[in-house]
C-alpha cells in the first residue's frame, strides 16, 4: 500500500471526500457571470483558480509553455500536450498543496486563489469537437438483444470482435446540473405506423463512463493500443439520456439519432488517468470460448478500472419532503468487455484522426447483476419490473421533475478519489 500524501488543504483529508490531493481533476469554472471561464482544479471543498496561481509564482515548476496552455478558457490546449503536460502540473500542484508547503497556505492571498467551490460555477471543460458513444459492455449489449431480438442469439455476430460504436452529437453535451427537457419524437404505438409526434414518454438514462482525448493524432495514422492511453487525458461520468420509444422505431438500419441527440450530462471534474493508476487492473478477464482479440486489439499490457458506479434518482416529491434520492443501480465499470485502449485503436484503425476535446462514451455500464444494470430499460426490464422510490412511487421510465445523479468513484485501502456528480432535472416538453 502506497502512502497518503499529506496535505494542509483541511477539507482534502474527509475519507468521505471525493478530492484528495491524490485526485487534483482538472474543470473549468466562471465566478462573476462577467467573468471569462478559467482553469480549475478541484482539491476538499476547494477550487484552485489555476491561472491566479500561476500569476502569483506559485507553480515555479510548471514550463512557460505548460503554463500558457493554462490560461486558456477550456482543457483543450493543455490536454493537447499530451501526458507530459498533465503530469508536470500534477507534480507542482502536489507540492503546492503538500502538507509542509507554505507558499499558498501562508499567502494573503489564499482566498484569491483557492475559492470556496460553493463560489463557482462550473462549465464544460472542453470545447468537444466530435463525440462517440460505444456499447461496450456485454452484459448491456446482451440484455437489450434478449429484450429486442428474443428468438435469436442476444449478441450480434460482430460483438465479440470489435468494440461497437457510433457517432454522436457534441452540439447537445451540457455540464451536470443543467436542466433536460424532455424532447418530442417520432413514435409508433404497439399496433405500428403510422406513426405520430409528440412528448416521448419512455425517457430514460445510460450510466456511462467517457473519456476525453489529448494529444492529437493525425489524419491516416491509426494509434496503436499500446500507445493509445498516451492520447486520453482524463475520464468523465456521463448520462446518455435516451428516448427508448424514438429509439425502438428509428433505428434500423443506421443506428441511434434523434433517440439520442438532444442531451447528454457529463460530470465536470476531468479526473486524470495519472490519479486513476492506482485503480487500474489487468483484463478485464475473457470467457474461456470468447474469440481471440485481432492483434490491432490484443495488447498484453491492457488495463481496466476499478471504478465503482451508482445512479439516483429523486422525485419533485421526494425534494419537497427533503428525502435523499433513491438508489437504482450500482455497478462497477471493471464488467466492461472492451477497454479504453481498445476503444482508441479500434476508432483510430481506419485512420480516423483524434484532436484534444473529442469525447468518447463507453455505452451504458451493466454488471451481471440484475441492481447493477445501468439504465431503467433493462434494470424494468422494459418496464415489467418498475424500481421503487422513497416517496412511495414506483418507476418504469423517467418522469417529469425527476432528477437522475450519478456518482462514481474508487477505493483502495484509505484512499478514495470520486467524480462529484453527473446530475439532470427533467423539465416537461415544449407543447
Ligand atoms: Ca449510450
Not at 497518503?4 to 482534502?12: C, D, F, G, I, N
Not at 478558457?73 to 502540473?89: C, E, H, K
Not at 422510490?389 to 417529469?400: I, N, P, S, V, Y
Request: net charge negative; with cysteine; hydrophobic share 35%.
Amino acid at each position: 500500500m502506497t502512502e497518503r500524501m499529506r496535505t494542509w488543504v483541511e477539507s482534502a483529508t474527509d475519507p468521505d471526500g471525493d478530492f484528495p490531493i491524490e485526485n487534483l481533476p482538472f474543470g473549468v469554472f466562471e465566478r462573476e457571470e462577467s467573468d471569462a471561464p478559467r482553469i480549475g482544479v478541484a482539491i476538499g471543498d476547494r477550487v484552485l483558480d489555476v491561472r491566479e496561481a500561476i500569476v502569483h509564482g506559485m507553480l515555479p515548476d510548471v514550463s512557460g509553455e505548460v503554463g500558457r496552455t493554462l490560461e486558456a478558457t477550456n482543457l483543450n490546449a493543455f490536454a493537447g500536450l499530451g501526458r507530459s503536460g498533465s503530469g508536470m502540473v500534477r507534480t507542482a500542484l502536489q507540492r503546492l498543496f503538500g502538507v509542509d508547503e507554505g507558499m499558498l497556505r501562508d499567502s494573503g492571498e489564499q482566498d484569491r486563489i483557492l475559492i470556496p467551490a460553493c463560489e463557482v460555477e462550473l462549465g464544460l471543460p472542453f470545447s468537444i469537437g466530435d463525440y462517440t458513444d460505444f456499447y461496450a459492455s456485454k452484459h448491456h449489449a446482451t440484455n437489450v438483444g434478449r429484450m429486442f431480438r428474443p428468438d435469436g442469439d442476444p449478441l450480434l455476430p460482430n460483438w465479440k470482435h470489435l468494440p461497437v460504436g457510433y457517432h454522436g452529437r457534441a452540439s447537445s453535451i451540457v455540464e451536470s446540473g443543467r436542466p433536460i427537457r424532455r424532447p418530442n419524437g417520432q413514435t409508433v404505438g404497439p399496433d405500428g405506423p403510422p406513426p405520430k409526434h409528440g412528448p416521448v414518454r419512455l425517457l430514460d438514462y445510460e450510466l456511462e463512463v467517457g473519456f476525453f482525448l489529448g494529444r492529437r493524432s493525425e489524419l491516416g495514422t491509426p494509434i496503436p493500443i499500446e500507445q493509445a492511453l498516451q492520447h486520453v487525458f482524463g475520464l468523465v461520468l456521463v448520462n446518455d439520456w435516451s428516448a427508448r420509444d424514438v429509439q425502438k422505431w428509428e433505428y434500423q438500419p443506421l443506428g441511434p439519432f434523434n433517440a439520442k441527440n438532444f442531451a447528454t450530462t457529463i460530470s465536470p471534474w476531468v479526473v486524470t488517468l495519472e490519479a486513476l493508476q492506482p485503480f487500474t487492473e489487468p483484463g478485464p478477464p475473457r470467457d474461456a470460448d470468447d474469440p481471440e482479440n485481432l492483434p490491432y486489439l490484443s495488447s498484453d499490457a491492457d488495463v481496466t478500472i476499478d471504478l465503482k458506479l451508482e445512479v439516483a434518482i429523486r422525485s419533485a416529491e421526494m425534494r419537497a419532503r427533503d428525502l435523499p434520492a433513491s438508489r437504482v443501480s450500482i455497478g462497477n465499470y471493471r464488467d466492461m468487455y472492451w477497454t479504453i485502449a481498445q476503444m482508441v485503436a479500434h476508432h483510430t484503425s481506419t485512420g480516423c484522426d483524434m484532436r484534444s476535446g473529442d469525447l468518447m462514451a463507453s455505452g451504458t455500464v451493466s454488471g451481471p447483476e440484475e441492481e447493477s444494470r445501468g439504465c431503467l430499460l433493462e434494470r424494468t426490464w422494459r418496464g415489467q419490473n418498475p424500481v421503487p422510490l422513497a416517496d412511495g412511487t414506483e418507476r418504469k421510465f423517467l418522469q417529469d421533475d425527476d432528477e437522475v445523479i450519478i456518482r462514481g468513484w474508487c477505493s483502495k485501502g484509505d484512499l478514495r478519489i470520486g467524480f462529484g456528480s453527473c446530475a439532470g432535472l427533467v423539465t416537461p416538453a415544449l407543447g
